[in-house]
Nanobody, 119 residues
């Protein structure tokens, strides 16, 4: 399993980015996928995810209304459109493959991409 995130960068507050996560080594359509982030000195936290079964999407309260998760099964790629960026969004963003029981459980982590938001 390989998950490669890209698209991060340095952006001013209020700006936007589109993060991508290219996947290989598994049947993409069959798995839940999610984005997490880890800010300097903080624990990794969930940002957004969606289930494979019905495509339901979930967002943390801190990003709801600003971030949009999507996937292209044909390209085996997941995206995170991040708008209205704030300095608090500065973090390394990781994509993941997962499964859904009552909650999203990570099966595999991808390499992260750094998002830095300047004030």
């Amino acid at each position: 399993v390989q998950l490669q995130a890209c698209g991060g960068g340095l952006v001013q507050a209020g700006g936007s980015l589109r993060l991508s996560c290219a996947a290989s080594g598994f049947t993409f359509d069959d798995y839940a996928l999610g984005w997490f982030r880890q800010a300097p000195g903080k624990e990794r936290e969930g940002v957004s995810c969606f289930s494979a079964s019905d495509g339901s999407t979930y967002y943390s309260d801190s990003v709801k209304g600003r971030f949009t998760i999507s996937r292209n099964n044909g390209k085996k790629t997941m995206y995170l459109q991040v708008n209205g960026l704030k300095p608090d969004d500065t973090a390394v963003y990781y994509c993941s493959r997962g499964s859904f029981g009552t909650d999203y459980s990570v099966l595999d982590w991808g390499r992260g991409t750094l998002v830095t938001v300047s004030s």
